[in-house]
């Protein structure tokens, strides 16, 4: 990016990088020293520790740092920090970190880069390397560029590691929903879909370390809990869009979910998609029959 560039980006694009935390002394260096080494420096890091009882706070303040600035609340979760972060933030755009990943250097230069390519409101991702018990790989994110609405309410693209977005967006949606146990950036990326396109970057711009400290049941049954809840709270925008073979799609993976923890809701999701299955193809016969 050239010294003219990086002018206009001073001038209209103030990034400010919300990094919710809970417990995270042996990650939160790395953290914040990755958006520290970014070839474009964010306006501000708003750190927002969530009651943690170990040594981040302190080692996060020993981060020499001039705009680091950091709030505390009580334990309450990742989106409630998430959402003070915001509330709290000075800069125009918003973008989000996982204390415990990181970003490669590039990250903010190469989508602040895309962002001044488009005239209109857009929310910005990008693909990322995975690290977890069998090494490091390139994880391409599902999704696309331009109007995902649709695609949205079937499955989820964007990760919170990459995306960045005008405040004004997410105060025009509410902010982040607080209730919503898993795939909270599925959650959040569907309302956001309803109002501005998104622009996915083909290029692994952070990584996400996949950990395994927690057992896979409690993590399925989490998710399940998580799933579940947004199936229910867009329930009439994918019958509108998708029909009732929407529900069916999702509660057949919810059944799956449930067979590899032996989850007892496994009985209700099955009935659910055998009957959504069923309207389904009524749907289309009366449909066919009244063509």
Same mark, same amino acid.
């Given at each position: 990016?050239?010294?003219? @560039? ?46 943690? @009882?170990?040594?981040?706070?302190? !080692?996060?303040?020993?981060?020499? /740092? ?18 003070? %972060? ?9 973008? *989000? ?5 990181? +970003?490669?250097?590039?990250? $903010? ?5 895309? !962002? ?7 929310? !910005?991702?990008?693909? #990322? ?9 390139? +994880? ?7 109007? @995902?609405?649709?695609?949205?309410? $079937? ?8 995306? $960045? ?20 950036? +599925? ?25 395994? %400290?927690? @057992? ?17 709270? *867009? ?8 029909? *009732? ?15 590899? /923890? ?7 999701? +099955?009935?659910?998609?055998? #009957? ?5 193809? !009524? ?9």
């Amino acid at each position: 990016m050239d010294r003219e @560039t990086r002018e206009i980006v001073k001038r209209k694009i103030r990034v400010s990088v919300v990094v919710p935390a809970y417990n995270r002394e042996k990650t939160i260096e790395r953290c914040i020293q990755s958006i520290k080494r970014q070839t474009m420096q964010p306006y501000e890091i708003v750190l927002v520790d969530d009651g943690s @009882t170990d040594q981040t706070v302190r !080692l996060a303040e020993g981060i020499p /740092c001039k705009y680091l600035k950091i709030l505390r609340q009580n334990h309450k979760g990742a989106q409630a920090a998430r959402n003070l %972060g915001i509330l709290n933030a000075k800069g125009n755009y918003i973008a *989000f970190l996982d204390s415990d990943d990181e +970003w490669l250097p590039e990250m $903010l230069e190469r989508e602040i880069e895309y !962002l001044l390519q488009r005239q209109n409101n857009c929310v !910005l991702y990008s693909d #990322c390397y995975i690290y977890d018990d069998k090494g490091k790989r390139v +994880w391409r994110r599902p999704g696309r560029t331009g109007n @995902t609405y649709h695609e949205s309410l $079937l499955q989820g693209g964007p990760m919170f590691q990459s995306m $960045l977005v005008k405040k004004s967006l997410l105060y025009k949606i509410g902010l982040l929903d607080e209730k919503v146990a898993a795939y909270q950036e +599925w959650e959040t990326a569907i309302r956001l879909a309803k109002r501005a396109e998104f622009v996915h970057i083909r290029e692994p711009l952070f990584i996400y370390y996949c950990h395994s %400290g927690e @057992t896979i049941s409690k993590d399925i049954k989490k998710g399940i809990q998580g799933y579940l809840y947004i199936v229910k709270k *867009f329930q009439k925008d994918i019958v509108k869009v998708h029909g *009732f073979g929407g529900l069916a799609f999702h509660y057949k993976n919810l059944m799956d979910s449930s067979r590899q /923890c032996k989850n007892k809701l496994i009985v209700v999701f +099955w009935i659910k998609t055998f #009957c959504y299955n069923r309207l389904s193809i !009524l749907d289309r016969f009366i449909k066919n029959r009244n063509n």
